[in-house]
Structures are given as C-alpha cells and as structure tokens.
C-alpha cells in the first residue's frame, strides 16, 4: 500500500527565506503527484501537478520536481511571504489497480512570519 | 464560474440522526471523491465515484453512504452507525486520473 511522508510537519521562518518542503512515497509506480494549499478551516487548492514523465513545474514562485525512482518529490518556494502561511500537502496517484485514487500526505504546516 | 460546491459549511448533528452533506460540481468531471480530515491526520477516502451511478468504498466508509444519480452531484449521508463522526469533509473531482479539484468543506459536528 502506497504510504505518503511528509517532512517537516511544522516549518517556521522569517519572511524572504526560500523554502523547501518534502515529500516522499514509498511506490514509484505512480501516475501523477499533485501539491495542494489548505488554509485554516479551508478546502485545498491546487498548486502544481507534475505527471509520471516529468521532472518539474513551476508557478510564479513555486517550483516542485519530481524523482520517481528515489520516491521523492520537493516543493521549493522561493522569496516567502506572510501569505504562504498555510498546510501544504502532496498527493500521489497510482499507476495501477485502475482507480487511480489519490494518497494523501499529513501535510507541512507553514508559518511565515514578518 | 467553473467549481466544487459544497453545503452546508457548518453541520450540527444530534446523536441518532442522519445528516447529508451536499456535493455539486460544474466541471463537467466524472471522477469524484469524498474525504474525511481530522486534525493531525492526512485525509482518508470514505467513498469515491468514477461514474454515474457507480461507486467504490474507501478506506472508511462503514457508518456513511452516497450516490451517484447525476455527474454533478455526488451527496454523502452520515448516519446513525458512524459513531465519531465530527470532522471536517471535503469533497473532491477530477477527469480520470488528471488535477483534482476541492471544495471548500463542510465541518460536522456531534451535538
């Protein structure tokens, strides 16, 4: 059974730092894996999806690569700002059993403070 | 506006009752999805749907039931069987195996 980990699971910087969050899986075999944003008491948002075949997407100041042979992906924000403040989970999909049903990680709460 | 809706935002259930929680979706996705989050925990897949009339149990799915009558709607009933239900629910869609999309959540509460 896939097993998604994410670290740390608490982060708290100065704004302007550049951060890197991680994630890692225990499966390579997968089909996707996509970064997400929830804000307190919210629903998720979505960040960035990087398919199988791909190493890296980048949004503005987000840039999250991809290694599936190592199960690991990373989630870089550069420059942060008080409004990056936020859980940041990643969530893998399998490329096989046919559901393709996404595994969540528990998430990286962040804080970035002025 | 394209999007996931979900309602209520706030849920109060007394014990013995059964609650639906309302998912609609104008994305025209066949795949959706219902998730439970807890505090401290990742979200766990109660049930999910690849298309009309067809859905899957997820990994706990004993005290809560769906359906899956029209693509765009996918309500989830917690009844009287669940005994922990208080948490928050998020309701999720996507074509086939491609970016998921979340609505904003309905938190539950036992009263």
């Known amino acids: 059974k896939q097993e998604v980990t994410q670290i740390p699971a608490a982060l708290s910087v100065p704004e302007g730092e550049n951060l890197v969050l991680n994630c890692s899986f225990t499966d390579s075999a997968i089909y996707n894996l996509q970064w997400f944003r929830q804000d307190p008491g919210k629903g998720l948002t979505s960040l960035l999806l990087?398919?199988?075949?791909?190493r890296e997407q980048t949004s503005g100041r987000l840039n999250a690569s991809l290694d599936k042979s190592s199960g690991r992906s990373t989630l870089y924000i550069a420059a942060s700002q008080p409004g990056d403040s936020a859980t940041y989970l990643c969530?893998?999909?399998?490329?096989?059993?046919?559901?393709?049903?996404?595994?969540f990680g528990r998430g990286t709460s962040l804080i970035v403070h002025p | 506006d394209g999007g996931i809706t979900q309602s209520p935002k706030y849920l109060f259930r007394k014990e013995g009752q059964n609650v639906t929680l309302s998912c609609e979706q104008n994305l025209n996705h066949d795949a959706m999805y219902w998730y439970r989050q807890d505090p401290g925990q990742g979200l766990r897949l109660i049930y999910y749907?690849?298309?009309?009339?067809?859905?899957q149990k997820g990994d706990i799915a004993e005290g809560y039931s769906v359906s899956r009558e029209k693509k765009e709607s996918f309500p989830l009933t917690v009844t009287s069987a669940q005994k922990n239900p208080t948490a928050f629910y998020l309701c999720?869609?996507?074509?086939?195996?491609?970016?998921?999309?979340f609505g904003q959540g309905t938190r539950l509460t036992v009263v």
């Open positions: 999720a869609s996507s074509i086939y195996a491609t970016e998921a999309f």
């Open positions: 969530a893998v999909r399998p490329h096989s059993g046919g559901s393709y049903i996404p595994t």
């Open positions: 749907s690849q298309i009309v009339n067809d859905f």
């Open positions: 990087i398919q199988s075949s791909q």
